[in-house]
């Protein structure tokens, strides 16, 4: 499909361990974004790729938190020592280009619980 | 820094019945985006409201941005079952995206 794909799409895991959860966007999409939505909630910036740019980390919560993109395409957001709060949905999204004036395209998300 | 109030937060109505959401900004928005999130779904873009009093529709769904770009409205016409969801609007200052507080809404048979 020509979608935006994320993997895995549910990981449970207990606390303290590392995560690293994966996300392919759209062929030709320079521009992408990981958000994390808790249940019954908004979705939470995180982070940005804009080609090969450096990322924009401002929505990072924690110095557990980071990520990577490799050759402008896959992206990987690694979280280490898990916490409990960490449990929620974290999506994946891309976009032609960067700013508002292009629609977003998300992934199904992976659904993250700590034990 | 920029804040963008949506409400309701939760709106049940009956099938059949018009349904409203609303997003207020405390300053000007060069554009805004909506994205409606079925339950267990992921969000999917609507629609992109640019100009100042830009009115735009969609089957059903009319969706405005106020004259001063500070705020913008989805409304829906006649709702239906299909339209269970929640609705976001979004916009972005720069190179940064960021989501309203969402609309549940619950459409009862």
């Known amino acids: 499909g020509a979608g935006v794909s994320q993997s895995p799409s549910n990981k449970v895991t207990e606390k303290g361990k590392d995560v690293e959860l994966r996300c392919d966007p759209i062929?030709?999409?320079?521009?992408l974004y990981w958000y994390r939505q808790s249940l019954g909630q908004g979705l939470e910036f995180l982070i940005y790729?804009?080609?090969?740019?450096?990322?924009?980390k401002s929505g990072l919560p924690s110095d557990r938190f980071s990520a990577e993109r490799t050759g402008g395409s896959v992206s990987t957001l690694t979280i280490q020592r898990t916490q409990q709060e960490d449990s929620a949905v974290y999506l994946c999204a891309s976009s032609l280009t960067t700013g508002g004036n292009q629609p977003q395209h998300f992934g199904d998300g992976t659904r993250l619980s700590i034990l | 820094g920029q804040q963008v109030m949506q409400i309701p937060q939760y709106q049940h109505v009956q099938e059949g019945e018009d349904f409203t959401t609303y997003c207020n900004s405390s300053t000007t928005l060069s554009n805004i985006q909506w994205y409606k999130q079925r339950p267990g779904g992921h969000p999917v873009f609507l629609i992109q409201l640019v100009k100042s009093g830009e009115v735009k529709k969609q089957k059903r769904l009319t969706f405005q941005f106020g004259e001063a770009k500070k705020n913008s409205s989805l409304h829906i016409t006649a709702t239906q079952t299909t339209d269970v969801g929640t609705y976001f609007c979004a916009w972005s200052p720069g190179n940064q995206f960021y989501f309203g507080t969402g609309t549940s809404l619950t459409v009862i048979p």
């Open positions: 062929s030709g999409h320079t521009a």
């Open positions: 790729f804009q080609g090969n740019s450096a990322p924009d």
